[in-house]
């Protein structure tokens, strides 16, 4: 069996059961990035808007794309797989890892644009994570 990571670093892909034809050529995931995915996901449990479905938390080179069924319809009406947030890490530190500061942005998908739009940065990962998963303006589930 092929277990090969999706190229998007996408948390949720088994690959059991998958044909091989369907199988995305492996990516390079260090076990840091996994750890952080996990953080991200442990993280995402506790939001208070739509607790009932489980948001994807997905690798796009140093940063991290959230998405999420979109359960109000008012972005997709059919329910399906829209942008949440966007994490991406401050400078690349001494040690050579981006974000090693602590200093990260939070970005909300801007739908009807098309764009990302920034909403926090150069705060902790903590900081984010807290209004991410808060929501009260409902920026990142709309």
Same mark, same amino acid.
């Given at each position: 069996m092929n277990t090969a990571r999706p190229s998007d670093g996408a948390s949720a892909f088994s690959g059991a059961g998958a044909p091989e034809a369907l199988l995305p050529a492996a990516s @390079? !995931?260090? @076990? !840091?990035? +996994?750890?952080m995915i996990h953080r991200l996901q442990r993280a995402l449990r506790e939001r208070v808007r739509y607790r009932y479905v489980e948001p994807l938390v997905l690798r796009e080179g140093e940063s991290f794309r959230i998405q999420s069924p979109c359960c109000s319809r008012n972005v997709d009406p059919s329910g399906g797989l829209i +942008?949440?947030?966007l994490l991406t890490p401050g400078p690349v530190g001494a040690d050579g890892v981006a974000g090693a500061g602590g200093d990260w942005s939070l970005s909300a998908r801007d739908h009807a644009a098309g764009v990302w739009r920034a909403c926090l940065s150069d705060a902790p990962l903590e900081l984010l994570l807290d209004a991410l998963c808060v929501d009260s303006e409902r920026q990142f589930w709309p």
């Open positions: @390079p !995931v260090s @076990p !840091v990035s +996994d750890l +942008d949440i947030a």
